[in-house]
């Protein structure tokens, strides 16, 4: 099991960037995956980007080119960097580990990130 901590939400403007941080405690070294997700209101909860222990990473569809997802050598924390976001993006984005051996996979708080002009 592991525990994740979201940080970095907040409010911003159409065109803006945010970065988003998940610190990950706990069973760090089962760990295969990390990424995002985000639920906007009224929406489903929709992927957002994935990166592998290896460090590949995968984005949801339109998202990559304005979104990144990244780390530093360490399997945590992982950032999501958004840039020129658009009001569609306004979501609760959610951090989730994936780890092995593990059917359920962990899942953070929350942050919130608010686009509006």
Excluded at 28 to 53: F, H, L, N
């Amino acid at each position: 099991q592991v525990q994740l901590v979201e940080s970095g939400g907040g409010l911003v403007q159409p065109g803006g960037s945010l970065r988003l941080s998940c610190a990950a405690s706990g069973s760090i070294g089962s760990i295969d995956t990390m990424g995002w997700y985000r639920q906007a209101p009224g929406k489903q909860r929709e992927w957002v980007a994935t990166i592998t222990r290896g460090s590949n990473t995968n984005y949801g569809p339109s998202l990559k080119g304005r979104f990144t997802i990244s780390r530093d050598n360490a399997i945590s924390p992982v950032y999501l960097q958004m840039n020129s976001l658009k009001l569609e993006d306004t979501a609760v984005y959610y951090c989730y580990a994936h780890l092995r051996g593990v059917a359920n996979d962990s899942w953070g708080q929350g942050t919130q990130v608010t686009v509006s002009s």
